[in-house]
Each structure stands twice: as C-alpha cells, then as structure tokens.
C-alpha cells in the first residue's frame, strides 16, 4: 500500500507529533522521534517548534466534531420511511467517507486559491496590518434578546456569547453553527471570558442575578461552579493572566466588576472572593486585566478610570484618571505592542519596555469620545468621530490600530501610528445598537496574548527575562489570529475574518 500523505503532509505531521510530545513533557519521546526522522534542534527548533504546538488538538476537535455532525446527518437520514435500499447502504457506509469528499473539496479549494490573485493576495497579507472587511464572514442568530458579551476560546474555533434572553450560546466561528446552547442564569448574561489554569480552560459569565458561573467546556460545559458575593449586577469580569508577582502563576484568578461599586478578585479553584477593591464611587462597567496580571484597569458610573496593583498583598490605587464628560463604558490597557506607536504621543524619545504592561490605556465613553491616557494620568488624544455611546474597544494585537464599537451602529479603526487618525469605518455593522466587541486571542498557547493560560514569552520566558528583545514588542504574525466578533441589540452575532 503506497503512503496516503504527501511528502510535504508527512513533515507537517512529524513535526506536529513532535511539538505534541514536547508540549506535554514527553521530552524523551520526542528526542527518539527526531532522531529517528532526522528533525534534530538544528533543522526543527523550540521557536518554530511552537507554531506546531496545537495543530493536532485542533485537527482532532475538527475531525471529531466533523464525524459527529457527518453520524447526525446520516442516523436523521435513516429514519425517514420509504428510503431507497441503496442510499441507505451508503449511508451505512458511515462519516468517513463524508470526510473524505469533505478533505477533496477542501483540496479543490485550495486549487482555486492558488490560481486566483484577489485569493492568493488575502491569503499572504501582514496580520499585524489585518483590519475587519464591511462584509462578515458570519451572521449567527438564536438568540432572543440582545447580545451583551462575547469570547473567544484560546485554543479551539468556539466563540461564546450572553444574551438578555439568560442564556449562553457556544458558536463554531469557522462553520458558522451554533454547537450548544447554555442555560444556568436566571437573569441576563452580562460578560463572558475563557481562561483559567493552564490545561484546563474554562468558561465564566456573570450576570444581572448576582452570581457568576464556571463552565467546563472539556466536559459539555458543564457548570462546575457558581461564586457569590456581589450585591448587585456582575457587570464584568475578565480571567488574570498568570504569573503576577506574588501570584501563585496558575492562572486561577478571575476579577469581577458590579453595580454594587467594587471590584472583587476570586480563586476559581476553590470559589473564594480573596481580594475586594473598593474605590469607585458608582457603577463598575468594565474592568481588564494587564497581559502579565500585574494590574486592572476598571471604570464606570463615577466618569473615572483607576489603575490597581494587584501584585502586592493590599491591592493599590495607583492611578485615577478623570476626564469624560459621562458614564465610562469601556476601557482596555495597551498591548507593548503598540507602545513603539503610543510612545510619540507621549513625547518619548523611545518606548517604555514591554515587562511594563500598564503603560497606556484607552477608555470609550457615552459622551461619544475615546481617551487615550498614560501611566501619569496624562490624556495624550481624544479620539473623536461616534455619534453615539461608545461601547466596546479593542486594540489590535499587532499594536497598530484601536477598534471601537458604538451604538451609531458603527465599527471604527483609529491609526496610532498616525496619532489616532480614523482610517477605517464600518458602518451599519448591526441594525440596531452594537453592545461588544472581541479580538480572538493568539493561537500559541504560551502567545502573551492568551489571557489567562500564560503571559511569557514566546520562548517561555517571562516578560522581565525578554525585556528588550524585539520579538516581544513584535509578535511573529503566526501569534496573530484575524478574527472579530461583534454583537448587538438586534440579537445577531457577526464574524469578521480574514
């Protein structure tokens, strides 16, 4: 029997075997597995070892996912009356063959790609330079009520989003279906956010019950656990990223933000509030993380936002910036990524190291205005253009654009390496108000970029070990995935992809 696999395919699947093993601590075996196909240190190193790291879990999933839909298809098939006698035999026949006119089209695909230029273009454009197309790849409706909040799995093609209607939706943002639906709140579904322990990805939603929910994806989803404590709505809440001073680095904290005007930081492992950061005078709308778990960044009712070192045993407010003429809706810190560009607006000579990770920030406001702010306080640019609330921002993770979403029903791309220059609107993104808005996250599990799995370089080293290196401010591309999801009032979820 000649080989299946191409002789190209064949090395992708070796060194995917081998990043595998590597990945998971099976060091040996994959030393004999190199030796013996001749893929030594020189030929297949750790950094590119790292861009094969989870392509077999992905091609898994896909595979079983695919095998379950193809047995679905086929069993509904089976009990219609009066089938002919031969397709049922051939459906007998099982997935696999449904799997392999699925593997054929995909190769026609890729024919057609490669002999199309507009394809071939997309295909090699510059990750870091993506921005999202007026036209999605996806519109997903099943929802009932407005879209509150959406998240990206780090990991797999799932996108989770919260409703009004008290549910959550799990969606595959690469088919374009929807996989489950989640029922546990008794009130809207007011965020979501994947992350926790390294190898063992969870789910949180918080809601307008009071409560927020721990969900097991790698069991059904599963709610494994529901944390009390707030007094009023769990507005927001966001998974630390590990490896904070004086954290433990197992990525088991999760920071919340409520109505009742604090901020509480929970263990998801055991369930307990071990921290509550009072300081915020009204509402907490929005709070996020910085990419090494060092800080938060909150804001809310009290037209504030206030930086927290979380690092130290009493969390401090280190910093409060004033400045919005209304209620603060949303705020996001700066990748170092964007600091090379953010630095001129600060009058820098050059820009601040990326083990810094609360350099700049950025808050969106219903007085329709965007503020960018330094570590001092300092408003460096108001971003001006939204006829509406600003609702949602998200900075690109290349570091080059800020992205914000606002109930003009508009998407816009603010250029920070021209001062915040609006380079690009999307309009009628939605057809009613949109209420958020997600980047995926990288698709390296160790990509700083993967909020709550780790927050090292992408070598495995911590941000203070690579301080100075230029790969850290520069992420390959491959960390990069172009994908963004927007909800809205008008119950739809939309994808942009590149």
């Known amino acids: 029997m000649g080989p299946i696999l191409l002789s190209r395919q064949s090395e992708e699947l070796h060194k995917s075997i081998i990043a595998y093993l590597s990945a998971n601590n099976l060091q040996k075996t994959a030393a004999v597995l190199r030796e013996e ?17 989870t392509l077999l879990e992905k091609k898994w999933t896909s595979i079983v996912r695919l095998q379950k839909k193809a047995c679905s298809s086929a069993d509904s098939l089976l009990y219609l009356p009066h089938l002919p006698t031969t397709l049922t035999a051939f459906l007998n026949l099982g997935s696999f063959q449904i799997m392999d006119l699925e593997s054929r089209n995909a190769a ?39 879209i509150n909040c959406v998240a990206f799995h780090p990991i797999f093609s799932s996108v989770a989003s919260g409703s009004d209607d008290y549910s959550i939706k799990i969606w595959d943002w690469e088919l374009g279906e929807l996989e489950r639906t989640i029922k546990g709140h008794t009130r809207a579904v007011l965020d979501v956010d994947y992350g926790g322990p390294r190898g063992g990805v969870l789910l949180a939603s918080s809601s307008s019950d009071l409560t927020i929910k721990l969900w097991d994806p790698a069991d059904e989803y599963k709610n494994i656990r529901t944390l009390l404590g707030h007094d009023h709505s769990v507005s927001a809440i966001r998974f630390i990223p590990s490896r904070a001073a004086g954290a433990p680095g197992s990525g088991n904290l999760l920071v919340s933000a409520s109505r009742d005007k604090s901020l509480k930081i929970w263990d998801v492992t055991t369930g307990y509030c071990v921290k509550t950061l009072q300081g915020h005078s009204s509402w907490v709308r929005d709070v996020c993380p910085s990419v090494d778990g060092r800080f938060l960044l909150s804001t809310g009712d009290d037209m504030t936002a206030r930086l927290w070192d979380i690092s130290v045993s009493n969390p401090l407010n280190t910093l409060t910036v004033v400045g919005h003429e209304h209620f603060i809706e949303c705020c996001e810190l700066a990748p170092p990524t964007s600091y090379q560009h953010l630095a001129s607006l600060a009058g820098l000579k050059k820009p601040p190291p990326a083990s810094s990770t ?117 992420p390959p591309p491959g960390q990069i995935r172009c994908v963004i999801a927007t909800g809205g009032v008008d119950r739809t979820l939309r994808i942009f992809a590149n």
């Open 37 to 53: 196909l001749s893929l030594g240190e020189d030929i297949f190193d750790a950094a590119a070892a790292k861009v094969y790291e």
């Open 358 to 474: 609360a350099e700049f920030m950025a808050t969106g406001s219903r007085d329709r205005n965007i503020k960018i702010w330094d570590a001092h306080g300092s408003c460096l640019r108001t971003l001006i253009g939204h006829d509406n609330w600003v609702r949602a921002l998200a900075f690109h993770p290349g570091g080059k654009y800020l992205l914000s979403a606002s109930d003009d029903k508009t998407l816009r791309c603010w250029d920070l390496s021209q001062e915040g220059k609006c380079v690009k609107v999307l309009t009628d993104v939605h057809e009613r108000f949109i209420t958020c808005l997600r980047w995926a996250p990288g698709n390296h599990k160790d990509a700083y970029a993967l909020p709550g799995l780790a927050v090292d370089g992408r070598n495995g080293e911590s941000l203070e070990t690579a301080k100075g290196k230029k790969d850290e401010i520069n």
């Open 108 to 146: 026609l695909r890729s024919e057609l790609d490669n002999i199309t230029p507009i394809s071939h273009s997309a295909r090699n454009q510059d990750p870091t330079s993506w921005l999202p197309r007026p036209l999605p790849r996806h519109s997903l409706q099943s929802h009932r009520d407005t």
